[in-house]
T-cell receptor, first 116, second 114 residues
Framework: EAGVAQSPRYKIIEKRQSVAFWCNPI?????LYWYQQILGQGPKLLIQ????????DSQLPKDRFSAERLKGVDSTLKIQPAKLEDSAVYLC??????????????FGPGTRLTVT | AQSVTQPDIHITVSEGASLELRCNYS??????LFWYVQSPGQGLQLLLK??????LVQGIKGFEAEFKRSQSSFNLRKPSVHWSDAAEYFC????????????FGAGTQVVVTP
């Protein structure tokens, strides 16, 4: 079974530029998550999708971050414009079903973003 | 809202010695509890999870964890550490009244010395 795929693996941009990350979850997984992991911290949930609907985006900085999962499969996370404090690893995860937090999450390798 | 604390930022252990990583949570009801491991440059991998039942949970790679409700703890243990166990370990708590909302701890970095 193929795992969660993410691209690119690394990205370096200047502040005020835009960037997009792509995630393809495990086939059949209805729930998809985007996390931000700043160096030295645990992952912080940015947004959670159930199929193509948003379940939780309470920690997503909506003035600059956006995410979509149009067909309920792969997803894109965008930052526009980027700030220095956005430098982090962006992790995508998926799970079969996540009612009441029971779904085991499978993580991709992440995208390391450096904003200069 | 739930929260999780990992008191130890960094632990150094000799190969072959035992390891215990601490995790304390705050939540009004019985939470779902998880331990994940992250090797350098890798995504997170689930070691074990606790939902209900037996409070001693066995996981992969020889790890186990014990849920202690009275202490609001879910400590991770391994009797004999291997050099390949050097990694960062994250405890996470999921609320039973939400849709898979996870709160991760800040992590504990484990260094294994020869």
């Amino acid at each position: 079974e193929a795992g969660v795929a993410q691209s690119p693996r690394y990205k370096i941009i200047e502040k005020r530029q835009s960037v997009a990350f792509w995630c393809n979850p495990i086939s059949g997984h209805a729930t998809l998550y985007w996390y931000q992991q700043i160096l030295g911290q645990g992952p912080k949930l940015l947004i959670q999708f159930q199929n193509n609907g948003v379940v939780d985006d309470s920690q997503l900085p909506k003035d600059r971050f956006s995410a979509e999962r149009l067909k309920g499969v792969d997803s894109t996370l965008k930052i526009q414009p980027a700030k220095l404090e956005d430098s982090a690893v962006y992790l995508c995860a998926s799970s079969l079903y996540s009612l009441a937090g029971t779904g085991e999450q499978y993580f991709g390798p992440g995208t390391r973003l450096t904003v200069t | 809202a739930q929260s999780v604390t990992q008191p130890d930022i960094h632990i150094t252990v000799s190969e072959g010695a035992s390891l215990e990583l601490r995790c304390n949570y705050s939540y009004g009801a019985t939470p779902y509890l998880f331990w994940y491991v992250q090797s350098p440059g890798q995504g997170l991998q689930l070691l074990l999870k606790y939902f209900s039942g037996d409070t001693l949970v066995q996981g992969i790679k020889g790890f186990e964890a014990e849920f202690k409700r009275s202490q609001s703890s879910f400590n991770l243990r391994k009797p004999s550490v291997h050099w390949s166990d050097a990694a960062e370990y994250f405890c996470a708590v999921g609320a039973t009244d939400s849709w898979g909302k996870f709160q991760f701890g800040a992590g504990t970095q484990v260094v294994v010395t020869p």
